[in-house]
């Protein structure tokens, strides 16, 4: 027994060659987690348009998301973990060139970014120009500019919040891509050498006060340890890795809540909830929920537009109210609330069907021939 587990964590693991909707699902509902967070943004207008933080509470239904309000962020780390585990499933048995990985990523991810980044810095010339202040993020100088352009906002190099903000998560996550490229190039992957990558990106985060870019390791590489104990265990017993998943998410939830009360890492439980929950869902989608899970992919082919998307959106709304068409106080009920999160998914959808896929299949089809018949996959 001692020596088939052995053999296991040294098996190289493989990549399914299937898309997991479940995944996408999940990924999905966390990019709406973070809409819904930075429905706060709407009170950073800045100048007249700057209202508090109680202004919040006038939208119950946003007061009954309370969670997501108040810790909408930590979904960034589902995001990490996930870009992981789809790598694995992309990537895993694979010796991808440095060209092909790279222009697989910048055909994914640059396009929209460009796009958005783009929108941003107009909005704000103009807000700066007719109202006489920029909109919710205020250092839009031309270094961080360049930086955004480059992707390189997470990189330590910037300063303050600026432009289309939120790509701080992607960016962070350009430095692990290529740690992995590095990985998945020169060695098999097993459960043993992700384990000891993941183990030193933990040590790093905890004696260096957990730095993004090594914190998006630790999630990065955790997701890719949870895809691999997937692919390992045995199909035949997949429904007791199911109810080892459903005891380890309620483990890791009670810890997180000892952990308020105690200097506990929060890497400690949010990263094996974060996994348990994966193995939850790709083991369910795996054994009998894979038709329902099928129907929830509109979710997960939104996820990068409804991230890119809605801080432009807010900054046009809020434009829009600076310049008297309707009162900045009005952004504040329940029905704009509905409306806005209507407005950023089907915005997201017109993204998703007539930029990025278009973009990253006209990219393909000329600088990477062995994608153009094969699906792509909607996961950063």
């Given at each position: 027994m001692i020596r088939k587990s052995l053999s296991l964590l040294r098996q190289e693991v493989t990549a399914a060659g299937r898309n997991f909707y479940s995944v996408d699902f999940l990924r999905g509902i966390a990019a709406l987690s973070v809409v819904v967070f930075h429905f706060k943004n709407f009170g950073g207008g800045g100048g007249d348009l700057q209202r508090p933080a109680s202004a919040l509470d006038q939208v119950g239904l946003l007061n009954l998301l309370e969670p997501v309000r108040h810790h909408g962020a930590l979904a960034v780390m589902v995001f990490w973990a996930i870009s992981g585990f789809v790598f694995m499933n992309i990537y895993a048995g694979e010796r991808p060139s440095g060209f092909t990985f790279f222009i697989r990523r910048f055909a994914r991810l640059y396009p929209l970014h460009l796009l958005t980044l783009l929108v941003v810095a107009l909005v704000q010339a103009v807000a700066i120009a007719t109202i006489g202040h920029s909109l919710i993020y205020h250092d839009n100088d031309g270094w961080n500019f360049m930086l955004h352009l480059f992707m390189a906002s997470e990189w330590g190099l910037g300063h303050g919040e600026s432009f289309n903000y939120p790509i701080w998560s992607?960016?962070?996550?350009?430095?692990?891509?290529?740690?992995?490229?590095?990985?998945?190039?020169?060695?098999?992957?097993?459960?043993?050498?992700?384990?000891?990558?993941?183990?030193?990106?933990?040590a790093a985060a905890i004696t260096t006060g957990s730095g993004l870019i090594i914190l998006c390791g630790v999630y990065f590489f955790g997701g890719s340890i949870i895809y691999s104990l997937f692919r390992l265990w045995p199909e035949g017993s997949r429904r007791n890795l199911m109810v080892l998943a459903v005891v380890g998410l309620v483990a890791s939830c009670g810890l997180g809540l000892i952990g308020r009360s105690v200097d506990l890492p929060i890497t400690a439980w949010l990263l094996p909830a974060i996994g348990c929950l994966l193995l939850l869902f790709v083991t369910a989608e795996d054994r009998s929920a894979g038709r329902y899970?099928?129907?929830?992919?509109?979710?997960?082919?939104?996820?990068?537009?409804?991230?890119?998307?809605?801080?432009?959106?807010?900054?046009?709304?809020?434009?829009?109210?600076?310049?008297?068409?309707?009162?900045?106080?009005g952004l504040f009920n329940d029905t704009f609330f509905v409306a806005y999160l209507t407005l950023v998914c089907v915005l997201s959808v017109l993204s998703f069907k007539w930029i990025e896929r278009p973009a990253q299949r006209w990219l393909l089809a000329r600088f990477d021939p062995a994608m153009r018949s094969k699906p792509l996959i909607a996961a950063p």
């Open positions: 992607v960016s962070a996550e350009i430095m692990i891509y290529a740690a992995f490229w590095a990985l998945v190039r020169f060695f098999p992957l097993n459960l043993v050498r992700l384990i000891m990558i993941w183990a030193a990106f933990e899970f099928r129907l929830t992919r509109p979710v997960g082919d939104i996820t990068y537009s409804s991230y890119l998307w809605h801080s432009p959106l807010q900054m046009l709304i809020l434009l829009g109210a600076g310049w008297g068409l309707w009162p900045v106080d």
